[in-house]
């Protein structure tokens, strides 16, 4: 999928997210916030200028969220994100409150709407996780122009060919059709198993 597609599951799909931000003592502080609106790479949300979160994303300008959907485990699909937001103001409010009608019935007066401001997620990076798909589906993205760094195990050209990595695979996403061998990322749990047998140090976690 492309950046926009994950996004808007996010907005249309799952809406309600985990937001966590860091207090002025460094350590971390979780909301649950809706988010909005996207675009082709980025997320809009609104909070009140009076509140706790409202000040931490103001000092530090980044946080980091995760949204789920799926009756159970095994029928889940989350999202995370993590990157660097601002604050847009009040302009934006009629088109989020227009696309979220909800809201209305929150802030029901334009008196009440004045505590209200727009932030932008503009920059970052995410990850897909599918547990719903057999073997699971992993995928990384990002928005902003950021490169997408993947994350997880890579076996080198180290690698004898021996096998051992494959019997401890939960999912059964390393190919051996050439040696060295590989992982299949877009399946791979990251559980780090293979990295753990493999008897030449050929696995490599990035």
């Not at 209200?116 to 970052?124: A, R």
Request: glycine share 8%.
């Amino acid at each position: 999928m492309e950046t926009r597609e994950y996004l808007s599951y996010i907005v249309d799909v799952i809406h309600t997210t985990i937001v966590a931000t860091v207090d002025e003592e460094g350590l971390p502080v979780t909301a649950a916030i809706d988010m909005m609106d996207c675009d082709e790479n980025s997320l809009y949300f609104l909070t009140a200028k009076g509140k706790g979160f409202y000040d931490r994303l103001i000092r530090r300008g980044f946080l980091a969220l995760t949204g789920m959907k799926g009756e159970d485990t095994m029928s889940r699909v989350a999202v995370s994100i993590r990157g660097k937001v601002r604050e847009l103001g009040n302009e934006k409010i009629p088109e989020l409150f227009q696309k979220n009608p909800y809201m209305h019935q929150i802030y029901p007066t334009e008196e009440s709407m004045q505590a209200l401001t727009v932030f932008q997620i503009y920059e970052g990076t995410g990850e897909w996780f599918d547990l719903s798909k057999q073997p699971i589906e992993r995928a990384s993205f990002a928005l902003g122009g950021v490169e997408s760094k993947a994350e997880g195990y890579w076996i080198t050209d180290a690698c004898i060919g021996c096998g051992s990595c494959v019997e401890v695979c939960p999912q059964n996403c390393i190919r051996t059709e050439e040696v060295p061998h590989v992982i299949v990322q877009e399946h791979c749990l990251h559980c780090g198993n293979c990295r753990n047998v493999c008897p030449v140090d050929a696995v490599e976690k990035r």
